[in-house]
């Protein structure tokens, strides 16, 4: 049902960019919504997080359709600079292009908070991930220069403990 309300929402999008005669556009969905829409886990969310690709002003009036949703920046987000390379394509979208987070993407972007929801995502997710690209996509977010330092710092502290727990 969450899964049909969010897919719902993400063709009225697709209807409104075509309505208001805007270009298409890319939209790389993590965290919950990637979850619900890929499948990862059974938790219940509305809210959508997306990375922000630099969108125009005007696509504005499309977002607003998504009600609560985070536009995240990429420089104060866990990601690996190849996260695109491994997301994967909603096919059913043919005038926006919406993209989900892989598994190992988003289960990387839940260190950095370990919530006990992140936790509950994270015990359904990870029998399912592999975890040589997890620790590549870790090495990736080390190396990056242009993430927040204390972002970095945070995430540095976390990945102690999510090593240890899921013997990544």
């Known amino acids: 049902m969450i899964k049909d309300n969010l897919i719902e929402i993400l063709h009225e999008m697709e209807e409104v960019t075509k309505l208001f005669k805007l270009d298409s ?42 009600r609560d949703y985070d536009m995240l920046e990429y420089e104060s987000t866990i990601l690996s600079p190849t996260y695109k390379e491994r997301a994967t394509k909603l096919e059913e ?10 598994k190992e993407d988003v ?44 972002k970095k710092k945070e995430f540095e502290k976390k990945l102690k403990i999510f090593r240890e727990k899921y013997n990544v």
Do not use: H, W
Not at 27 to 54: K, M, N, P, Q, V
Not at 121 to 148: H, T
């Open 25 to 66: 556009f890319d939209i790389y969905i993590i965290g919950g919504g990637a979850c619900i829409l890929g499948e990862y886990t059974s938790r219940a969310t509305l809210d959508i997080d997306f990375i922000d690709l630099g969108y125009p002003v005007k696509y504005g009036k499309v977002f607003t359709l998504l």
């Open 93 to 102: 979208f043919k005038y926006i292009n919406v993209y989900i987070l892989s």
């Open 107 to 150: 289960v990387v972007s839940k260190i950095i908070r370990l919530a006990e929801k992140d936790i509950e995502d994270l015990n359904q997710i990870m029998p399912n991930c592999n975890k040589k690209i997890l620790n590549n996509i870790i090495e990736e977010i080390l190396k990056r220069e242009d993430l927040f330092e204390s």
